[in-house]
Every structure is written in structure tokens, then in C-alpha cells.
């Protein structure tokens, strides 16, 4: 017959640790949740606070019944479903915060401690920098501490942090092992929830009036670029990414997948390389400077010049490529592909006139290039962030009304009056610019720097670059956003040119984050095969991998057992009996505190166990003698040793 076992209570020592588990493992989590279940997480943490606090009862179980179906009512009503990573994460959110509510025993204690581990590994389908793992080991820590509550807990903190720190340092070896060694596969391990990658930010397919000056508004790095020799001056820094030809009158899109195609090779100087270090953003495009001509593995260049990935980028990719500034791309470019670069929706006929009229008397299309140039420079247009809202025309209202507009505005109103003009035209989308870390030497661009340009088709010369930005704001081109937008205009806190000592602080934190994302994070199977190379394996393939993995891990295994035994070995056999009468009575809560002295100890037990009073009074007396006394020989030992074996311990 199978005798249950009763589950301890918690001690409210043990309450503690398992609530400082919970706020630290969902305070990541915050920012990626809904309003209402933080709301409701806090008010969930401090109500049990509060019981705590006041020793109050727990909530009954079928108020924490209606709050669990509450709770995934609202789950459900935010997302309209319980699959994927959002809705998963926030359900594990909600369990959590109310187990806290109906922990009453060691068991419910364990319960906290596992889904804490749990929530953890999700901090990374969110982010994987070198912050969130910080805070993901500090809570790593402080769980595996209060792991240990469960088991003793009247061990001090510092007693049961030191523990938790050291069996991560034990564990650490394996994880580095584990780390280099293991076979890396091209592409995600497992798979990951439809909706994994649907927070990530960057350019899109298509283009309208406010949307890269929305995109201009956030901070956060595009990617990373590291040249051989020296970095090209910044007129030179647009970094291509969607080409968009297909106009519906207020919007530019890409069209279809373009066809691969070879790249120019008009260009007589040496190419540019570098390395780029992509943040996924989940789309296929991969940045390149203009114009590109060697792709990365696995990539194409298309007919437009773009370079694509065959899948889309959902982690981070670092690739090498080439480029030639000076390449005349589209010399042969065809008939059909120029008229589909001309056509145009029936609306703005404004502009469309005032094009026309420019095609009557300029004469030639770098005569109306210039003409339109002029009229951006000297008509009192104003570059700015805040542009004001554009209706159905929205090209004519910004030519002859608003004049006030970013990149976007000035690039859609120029392809849309060189083609009126009778010139092929489109859009290009991507990067303009960049900063250059001075602790790295790495060329930061980030999503501040989106910026779109223009192209246009010239007989002799294949598609040009025109930029009419650089018209109204040259600043832009040549000293970045933050110089070109009039003062008081908002800008990502981290941009702002005025404050230095901020440049300052953000460039080392970035030069720290990015060796973090170069070697950790972007260890994939190049970069693996690198560092086994370095450490001597030449070529190595799965088999050798595993194999030196296994015998590392071993060699660890009987080095940390040795490192035990002989730990072991060394303490007094006086001691170690007196360390298992302290265990014995740890399983009532009398254990022995670290600080503790013989005497003090068995006037605590007596105190709070009379019937134990005697007999710890006789073993604490025979302990002092054999420790810290004249009594010697194996008979006391032995006798030490039984007295201890011999004392009963009645549970109350």
C-alpha cells in the first residue's frame, strides 16, 4: 500500500523567494504584454504581498476559479486565439501570478519555481541582447536560490545564494563546452509560432506619404557594417534595399518577386567589401551599397538591383559582399521594363502639367532632371518630420500647398514627374549614411537612417541615382538626420547630436553588445568552423564534434567528482556527524545556521522543542569535548555518532 506523503507548508522565509522569483522573472516580460495583464500581474503580486504581510488566508479556490477564467478570457479577446508565442507567453504570465494566490505548501512552492524556468527561456523570443540576458542570469541566480529554500529553509540568504552561485559555476564548464562544440545547423533548431516574428520593425514593400518618417523615429540598429580599408565617404552610403515601381496614386509598391539577374559589370575600380551584420526584420531583402556584385551565399541579386535572400531574415545574419560605387546598372535594359516605369494613375494633374510643360521646354531628360531639382531648391519647400496629412492627390497637394515633407514625399513627387516627363522612373527604399563607432570601428546604421531616393533611366548611362532630397536638405546626406530636421523637432533620444556625453556612453555599451552579437549570438556554423580552426580541428565535421564534446564533458565530470571526494575527504568525521544531526533537524525546521556555535544551537532546539532537551544537551556536551576538548579515542567517536543516529524526532 502506498503511504502519501504530506507536503510540507511554506515558511514565510521560503514565501519570500518564491515571490522575488516571480517579479524577477516577469519583470522582463512587461513590455510585451497587454496593459490590462500587467495591471493585473501588480495588483496580483501585491495583494499577495499583502497576505504576507498580514498573515491574512489565502483567497479560496473558487475566487481564484473565476480569476483564471477571467484572465484567459481576456487572453483570448486580446490575440482571438490561444496558439502562438503572445498568447502563450501571456497565459504562462497569468498561471504564474495566480499560483502565487493559492501557494500553501512546498509542492505549490516547486510549481512557482518551474514555471519561473520556463518564463525565462521566453525572455528570448523577444529579445536576445546582452541586457535581457543579464537580467535573465541575475533571475537564473535568485530561482536556483530559492530552489534551494525549499529544501532549508532555515539556511541564511546569503547561504542559499551562495549555493545557487555555485552550482551555476559548476554548470558553466558544460555550458562552454556545450556552446562551442555543438553541430550548429544553417537556420532555426526548432520552429517558432507563426506570429514569433511579427514585432519586427524595419522597412516595408511599400510606400506612402508619413511612412519612413515614422520609421526615422525609432533608434534601434538596421544593421552593422565592417569595411576592409576605409569607409566610403558618406555620399556614397546609400544602402539599397526594396525598389519600388508600381504607383496607385498614393502609394509605391515592389510588384512581384524580380528575377535574378547578373550584376553590372561596367565598373573599372576596386570593388568595396565588407561585412554586414543584419537585424531580422523578417522579410527577404539584405542591404547592400550600390551597387552590389557579389551576393552572399544563398542569395541573389535582382533584376532591380536588390539583393534577396531565399528565406526570409528572422535571426541574425551576418554576411560578407562586394560593391562597385561607380557602375553604370540597366545599360541594356528593355522596352517593356522602361514602359512599366512610366506608367502613372490618372490623378495628380497638376504635377502631370507642370511635368509636361518642363518636357515642352527643357529639351532633353537631364534638362527636366535639373529643372525639377531647381524648382525643390527654390521654391521654398521645407524638409521635416512632421509633415502635414496628404489627401487622395497627394502628390499635387504637396507640390503646390503643403511643400513640407521627408524623404519619402520628395522622392514619390520626383519619379512621379520624371515619368509624367516621359522618363523612366521608380522608387528606391533602404539606408542613407551611418555612424561610425570609434571603439569598434563598426558603421552603425540604424532605423533613423531609412531614407528613399530615386532612379531614373538615361540612354548611355542605365539607371542613375538622383536623390531630391539632397535638393532641399543636403545636411541630410552629409551629416545625417539629426542635422538636416529643423530644432524641436522629435528625434530618437539616442540621435540627438547635442547631447555628446550620451554618443559617448551609447558607443561603448554598443561596441560591448556587438561583440556580444558577433560571438554569441551570431555563432552560427561559419563562425564555428572558424573558431574550431583557430583551436586546431581542421575541417571538422559532426562526428568530430560530438566526439570531443563527449570526452570535454566527461573529462569535466570525473574533475568536478574528484574536486568532491576529495572535499569530502577532508572534513572531520566529527564534523560531518555533527553537519547530519543539523539535517535531521532541518526536517522540522531547526537547522543549524552557519554562524551558529554548538551551545547557542542546542539552546535554539531546546527552546523550541523541550522534549529534545536531554538528549541534544548530552551529544552537544560529547561534541565539545571532541572538538574543542581533550576527549579523544574511537569509543566517544562511536559513541557521538550513535547518540545521533539514536535521537527521534516526532513531527508535531
Known sequence: MAIKRESPPLARSQELWLLACALLTLTPDIEHVPAWLTAAVAVAIAW???????????????????LVAAGSAGVFLTYRHFFGKDPGIALLILFLALKLLEMRQVRDGLAVIFLCYFLLLTHFLNAQGLDVAGLTLAALVVITAALASLGHAAQSVVAHLRLSALMLAQAAPFMLVLFLLFPRVQGP??????????????????????????????????FRVRFEGEVPPKYLLYWRGPVLRLFDGRTWRAGAQQEKVSPPDTATGEPVRYAVTLEPHNKHWLFALEMPVAPPTGAIVSREYQVLSKTPVRSRL?????????????MDESEASLRNNLILPANNPRTRELAEEWQREAGGPEAII???????????????????????????QFMFETRRGFCEHYASAFVFGMRAAGIPARVVTGYQGGERNPVDGYLIVRQSDAHAWAEVWLKGKGWVRVDPTAAVAPNRIEAGLASAVPAGEPLPFLVRSDLSWLRQLRFRWEAVTNTWNQWVLGYDPVRQREVLARLGMRDPDWKAMTAAMAALCGFLLLGLTAWALHKRVRIDPTVRAWNRLSRKLARIGLARRDWEGPSDYAQRVALARPELSR??????????????????????????????????????
Request: glycine residues 8%.
Open 48 to 66: 499577495r504581498v499583502s497576505i504576507w504581510w498580514r498573515r491574512a488566508t489565502l483567497p479560496p479556490r473558487w475566487l481564484l476559479s473565476i
Open 189 to 222: 533548431l526548432w520552429g517558432m509560432p507563426a506570429d514569433a516574428y511579427s514585432g519586427m520593425s524595419g522597412l516595408s514593400d511599400n510606400m506612402s506619404p508619413g511612412s519612413i518618417s515614422n520609421l526615422s523615429l525609432s533608434g534601434e540598429i538596421a
Open 318 to 330: 551576418r554576411y560578407e559582399m562586394q560593391s562597385r560605387p561607380d557602375s553604370l546598372p540597366g
Open 370 to 396: 535639373r529643372r525639377m531639382l531647381d524648382h525643390f531648391r527654390k521654391e521654398n519647400y521645407f524638409y521635416t518630420l512632421t509633415p502635414p496629412l496628404l489627401g487622395e492627390n497627394s502628390i499635387d
Open 615 to 652: 538528549p541534544l544537551s548530552a551529544i552537544t556536551a560529547l561534541y565539545i569535548g571532541l572538538r574543542y576538548g581533550k576527549l579523544t579515542g574511537k569509543v566517544p567517536r562511536q559513541k557521538f555518532r550513535e547518540m545521533i543516529a539514536d535521537l527521534k524526532i516526532a513531527n508535531e
